[in-house]
């Protein structure tokens, strides 16, 4: 990549983390100053989530790919900007940089990005490039429009209501938010029934949840699933089927390493497309309001050019 006449964009949620964006956006300038050519450095603090979408959309819309220059945009902040940033940059040739500042920073996790904020900017100065996977949605989605990408994991079920609970309490609860919503939601929540079809297999269950995922993690760590990749061309289904409320209990901090998959209540599937459909169901997209179902989730391919602080691991492979 010629950096000489390349820009690069960073836009910054200054929110991120309970105010952590900003504490350490200094470091992360400097490390960036110190790595990029001198005047190549924009950087745009977002005030809203709209107002972040406009700035990644901007910096994308202009960029230039030509032999002298190849201008990037960067990201700061927490799932929410990453996944503006996503849709911002995917299927494009504009290179999308990813420094993980927020509470959970599941994108950076299945990318396998630093969650060292500096270490993460040292990515950006390094410049390997990787094209990873994203999951395409279509369906009458939040906020307008028709068709989004997902990095992560699209939940509907209980894991749904949970992380729209969470979200609700992040700024009282912290980093515990999301375990006080799971008890919360646990008191009450019933088994939803599903329409599902994988690979054109049509099914109706009753299931705790089926999250559909590009990469592994979700819900600030949670290893919904373990044998994700962002670079085979599949999406994984997990489906929780009906089990009692300390089933479940016990089953939720075994999310955190993936052993939870070992249990006899867990189906998996690997698929090339995904319809979820069921009354009652809420759509969540890497952490954000993502719009009820019917939703058409589709595994594109190579979508995405991220930095990646090693371009071998993301060898496209097959899953075995």
């Known amino acids: 990549m010629s950096v000489e006449n390349a820009t690069t964009t960073l836009v910054v949620n200054p929110t991120a983390g309970r105010g952590r964006a900003l504490k350490i956006l200094p470091k992360v300038l400097n490390e960036l100053l110190r790595g990029l050519p001198e005047g190549s450095l924009r950087v745009r603090q977002a005030t809203t989530y709209e107002e972040a979408k406009l700035f990644c959309q901007e910096a994308v819309e202009s960029a230039r790919i030509t032999a002298d220059a190849r201008d990037c945009l960067v990201v700061m902040g927490g799932d929410g900007i990453m996944h503006l940033g996503i849709n911002a940059a995917g299927g494009t040739q504009v290179p999308l940089g990813m420094i993980p500042a927020g509470t959970g920073n599941d994108l950076c996790r299945s990318v396998g990005i630093p969650l060292d904020p500096v270490k993460a900017a040292q990515v950006v100065v390094g410049g ?68 599902i079809r994988i690979d054109g ?36 289904v997990t489906i929780i089927h009906p089990v009692s409320a300390m089933t479940l209990l016990r089953l939720l901090p075994k999310t955190f390493s993936g052993a939870f998959v070992n249990d006899p209540a867990v189906e998996r599937h690997t698929a090339h497309e995904v319809v979820i459909d ?8 890497d952490g954000e309001a993502l719009g009820q179902p019917p939703l058409g989730l589709t595994c594109e391919p190579a979508a995405l050019s991220v930095f990646q602080p090693n371009p071998d691991p993301l060898t496209r492979r097959r899953k075995k």
Not at 148 to 168: C, E, I, K, L
């Open 128 to 195: 390997n490039i990787a094209r990873i996977d994203l999951m395409s949605v279509v369906g009458k989605l939040a906020h307008g429009g028709t068709q989004r990408y997902v990095g992560t994991v699209v939940n509907t079920g209980y894991d749904a209501r949970v992380a729209v609970r969470g979200a609700s309490m992040a700024k009282g609860w912290g980093s515990l938010a999301y375990a006080v919503a799971a008890l919360a939601e646990l008191r009450s929540f019933e088994p939803v029934t599903y329409r």
């Open 278 to 285: 069921g009354e009652g169901l809420i759509g969540i997209a």
């Open 201 to 236: 297999e049509e099914r109706v269950l009753p299931a705790m949840f089926v999250t559909v995922a590009n990469g592994g993690y979700c819900g600030g760590g949670m290893h919904i699933a373990p044998t994700a990749s962002v670079t085979d061309g599949l999406l994984d």
